[in-house]
């Protein structure tokens, strides 16, 4: 198959490019120049990061997956239109959010409201509880699904709080992912925390 | 910062806060047990959003975004090429159809023979040829004209006979 032999020189070109200290700048040229292997390389580099943000703005992990499909063929296509402005990094971050918008678009007809089981939760645990023992964050986390929580808020508030917490975008990175003012960003991430703290209720 | 501002604590957490601001809300915690309260909270709640293992991608699905991205640029190839062939299959037929439309059409005139059927645009142009006559009046060669004559004469004993 021409695509397995294909692959294979990509694959020693990603190799190549890994034993190297390329920037993200000059891979993105690469590969707008017709590189695939720095296009590859760049998957390479920023699919771990991607995918934690993935997994917070979408319910299953195959939907993730899915997101960050989309997420890097739509980079591979786009990559003539990289303005170099802001980093490939905020770019593919920006791709990835408006993915996950169009996908909670499609499938806000079919969604069904997540139901966090709190009190079943805590009664196999109020063991310890009873006894007064503190409750460190590392168990509440177990306790409870921070993704749960994340997919009860509106599209808006998991969005601001996936790319702060999870992805650790600046206020500045931020805003030019959403497209808003800076001003904008740390509004909507306040409300964005308290509504996020109220629905996760007490953490200690 | 003299009084108590949840949106500027929070900014405060993400030390987004430019020098001054920063200074003024460490000097308001010392004092405020409220605030010091809030950011405590704040800050737990950023440490739930902590990287997990089990929610890294694997090798399997890294790999699979690879071949995505392979097969989605054979497609964007197989596209374009499907694209060009099309248009030069458009362009083939829009040719045979206008050669079949626009060709000087035949007629069998009888066995063994073929004529041209006159167009009207042809006949047309032939008799806006001018006559030997007026070949004469306009002051042309002489022999010129007696070709013409000639050539009109055999033309019209070609018809008589036929």
């Known amino acids: 198959m021409p695509r397995c032999r294909n692959y294979s020189l990509q694959l020693a070109r990603v190799m190549e490019i890994r034993t190297l200290e390329v920037s993200d700048a000059d891979l993105v040229r690469a590969a707008t120049a017709g590189d695939d292997g720095a296009f590859h390389a760049l998957i390479d ?160 | 910062m003299t009084e108590c501002d949840d949106q500027l604590l929070s900014a405060f957490h993400d030390g987004e806060l430019p020098p001054a601001a ?30 997990r293992p089990d929610r890294d ?26 694209a060009i062939t099309a248009l030069a299959a458009s362009v083939l037929i829009i040719g045979a159809v206008w050669l079949a439309e626009f060709s000087v059409p035949v007629q069998q005139a009888g066995e063994g023979t073929v004529t041209a059927v006159v167009e009207p645009w042809e006949t047309v142009a032939t008799t806006l040829r001018p006559t030997p006559a007026e070949m004469f009046e306009q002051g042309q060669e002489p022999a010129t004209a007696k070709a013409t004559l000639d050539e009109w004469m055999l033309q019209g004993i070609l018809q008589e006979s036929n």
């Not at chain 1, 980079?75 to 909670?104: C, D, M, P, V």
């Open chain 1, 45 to 204: 580099r920023h699919a771990t990061g991607l995918m934690r943000v993935a997994m917070s703005m979408a319910h299953r992990r195959e939907d993730a997956e899915d997101l960050m499909q989309e997420t890097f063929i739509g980079a591979y296509r786009g990559l003539k239109n990289f303005e170099h402005r802001s980093s490939i990094r905020t770019w593919l971050t920006q791709i990835l959010t408006r993915q996950a918008a169009k996908a909670w678009h499609r499938s806000r007809h079919h969604r069904k409201a997540l139901s966090i089981h709190r009190g079943d939760e805590e009664s196999t645990t109020s063991g310890p509880l009873e006894m007064g023992t503190t409750r460190p964050a590392r168990s509440m986390e177990q306790r409870l699904d921070v993704n749960e929580v994340l997919q009860q808020l509106s599209p808006q508030f998991r969005e601001i709080l996936t790319l702060r917490e999870v992805r650790g975008l600046s206020y500045d990175e931020i805003a030019a992912v959403i497209n808003v003012p800076r001003g904008t960003v740390e509004s909507r991430l306040f409300r964005a925390r308290a509504e996020f703290r109220s629905k996760m209720g007490p953490l200690e």
């Open chain 2, 22 to 51: 920063q200074a003024g809300v460490e000097l308001h915690l010392m004092t405020c047990s409220r605030c010091a309260a809030q950011l405590a909270e704040l800050q737990a709640t950023s440490r739930l959003f902590e990287p």
């Open chain 2, 57 to 82: 991608l694997t090798a399997d699905e890294l790999q699979r975004i690879h071949t995505a991205v392979e097969d989605a640029n054979a497609q964007h190839v197989w596209r374009i090429f499907t």
